[in-house]
Each structure stands twice: as C-alpha cells, then as structure tokens.
C-alpha cells in the first residue's frame, strides 16, 4: 500500500510535544498547525502511534482535501477519494465532522452529503445499490475550515486519554494526555522524586510511572483498527512487542497524595489497572503542609480550580498555603502547576519563572513553571 498521511489532533498548546514524539518515532514529514499535527507514515505506523503517544488525542487517516464552497463540490470531492482501498464492501462507515468560517457550515447536511459520497463511490465499486454496513467500524470524519474539506478514517476509537486504567474518576479529572504532558514539559524522566499534592484519582503520578518506566500508555486497551482488514494483526502485534521492549525496570520515587481518602483509595485502584502500583505511593495528606527532607525533587500538579470546586475565597486560601509551604522546601525544588483561577498568581505569593497557556478540554489554563535555586539532578 502506498504512503499515508496521519494526523494527530491535540490540545491546544501540545502542538509541539505530539510533534517531538512523532520524531522521536522515526516519522517523517512531520508538522504541527493550530490543534493536530500531520506526518507521513506506513500502514504499520498506525499501531506504533495509537499504542505509544502520550499527549496526542487520536490518530487519524488523512484521505485527502480539496476546495468546498458548496454542496456539489464537497459530493464531487469525496467521491473522488478511494474509498475502496480502506473500506470493504460491508464495512460500517458514520460519519462525523465540523465547520469552522466556512459557507458550508451546516454539520448535520455535511454529514448528509458526505456519507451520500463514500456510499456511491463504494456501491459503485463493488457493484452494491446498497451497502451492508455489517462489518467492521470504519469511522469518517470531515473537517471544513475556511472552505477547504478535510476527509479523514478515525484508526482509534474512544480517544487515546482513555488509557483504561481510570474506570471512573472524582470531580473535575484532568484528561491523561494533558497529563503526561505536564510531566514531560519539567523533562522528568525516572531519575527525581516527583510528588503531586493534589493528586485526586491519580493521574499525574501514574502518568509520571509511565514516562519513567518508558511503557507505552496505550498497551491495555483496543483500537478501532485492529478489525481493519487491510491492517493485519500482525503489525499490531509487533508494535506492542517494540513497546514492550522497550520498557526500562527500576525503581522511583512518585508520590500522590490527597486529603480525600475516597480519591487516595481511587487513585490506588488506577494504579493498580495501570500496572504501576509498585512504582507510586499514595497516601491521605494536607497540601498545605507539604513538606520534604529530600534536597531535590519536582512538584508537578492540578490543584482545585477556584471556579470549578471551591469557592473564591476558600481556594486563594489554600493557595497562599501551599505557596508558603512549597518556599519552605529545600533549594532543588521545582512546581509545574496547572490552574485557570485568575487570582492564583497572586494568592500563591511569587511570579513564576515561566507559564505555559493550556487547556483541559475546553478550559484555558496556565501551567505556571517554578525553579528554586539549587537546580534538579535530573538529566537533561
């Protein structure tokens, strides 16, 4: 099969971290734009991509683009895409998508139009007035932005966030992508205490046990494209051997902790789904009197939004807590701490060296970068 071109859809701000890891890889072609980047790709990419990124959101095949300024161009454009060498002829294919300043901009008669189109590019090729749609999933996706369409094959399924460890979660979860790319914006790899204060269902520690053990997060769940037929099990199978491979032993310092003991209990159950129950420790405690001995160490966390779980005057309280207590650490300290409360800066007590804009889901967030003097033993 000839050369295909994926895309990987991202928050916004992970844009440059999903391109790195495409690098890293060994992809080529690779570019970031606003929310995704693309890249040029083998069939057996797609199962090393959906098992291995830590801060993409899903992978996508890229089909093809084309001008769209009304209906008869977007019909004429599909159909003129092949159709047939991905789907077969009883392959299910919905279909989904979005409009952005464009003059089509009616989703629901898109949709219409664009399923019309694959339909009668397959049911001509395969000799079908109608299509079955009893096999395999084979999800279409279509983007209009600015007049251009974007045709696309979804090869994930549920999103790549969805690592299956968390079968359920506490109030306001942070999303795992977002995460792993909290973790890997401090460079920690394996070698630093790492402790996370607010820890809630545990997602940044087991996001950390991840990274330092290099396993790849998406091993314990499945992807749509495992029952393509194109796509043999094979390549599947080989990828998750690479993953495996890979995987470093050893043994880290990650801690979580949280003063709900109904989260600490929850984060223990993720961990456990994870496979890093030996790797991180959870326990009940108060932020407020963080403390730590340990001459060095990196604080990477997701404290209660002031609009999202606590009240005002209640949040920049235990802000200015933990600000005071995170000054009271030794000088190889680091934070990177994520929060959308507008007076964080200021409750918190001290100007960030840097800050990150972010989003959780659809929340714009800071990601507020403090460095203590003294510097990190972690190698860079």
Known sequence: MRQLEL??????????????????????????DNGRVYCAAAPGDIPRLNLNLRTGERVLLLLGRFPARDFDALFEGVRALPWEDFIPRD???PVKGHCLSSVLHAVPACQSIVKKAV?????????????????????????????TAALMLDTTGPGLYKRGYRAEGVAAPLRETLAAAMVLLTK???????????????????????????RA?????????QKWSWLPDRAWMEAAQEALDREYQGDYDIWGGDI?????????????????EDLVRFHEADARTFARRAPYGRIV?????????????????????FGSAFRALPPGWSLALLSSHSGFKAAFGAPAQRRRKLYNGMLKCDL????????SHEKK
């Open 91 to 93: 392959g299910a294919f």
């Open 188 to 214: 920690y790899r394996g070698r630093d205490p790492l402790c996370d204060p607010f820890c809630g269902s545990g997602t940044i520690p087991i996001e950390a046990a991840l990274i330092a053990k290099n």
């Open 260 to 276: 709900d003991p109904r989260a600490v209990a929850l984060a223990r159950a993720n961990a456990e789904k994870a496979g890093v």
């Open 217 to 225: 997060p998406g091993l314990d769940r499945s992807f749509s494209a």
């Open 368 to 375: 507020f970068l403090y460095e203590k003097r003294g510097g």
């Open 301 to 321: 966390t997701n404290p209660p939004y002031g609009e999202r779980m606590l009240e005002k005057r209640e949040a920049e309280a235990l802000y200015r807590a």
């Open 119 to 147: 339909a009668a590019r397959l049911g001509a090729r395969y000799g079908l007035e109608r299509l079955p749609e009893t096999g395999a999933l084979y999800q279409v996706q279509f983007s209009l932005f600015k007049d």
């Open 7 to 32: 895309t990987v859809p991202t928050l916004f701000g992970l844009e440059a971290l999903a391109a790195g890891e495409l690098r890293r890889m060994g992809l080529e072609n690779v570019h970031a």
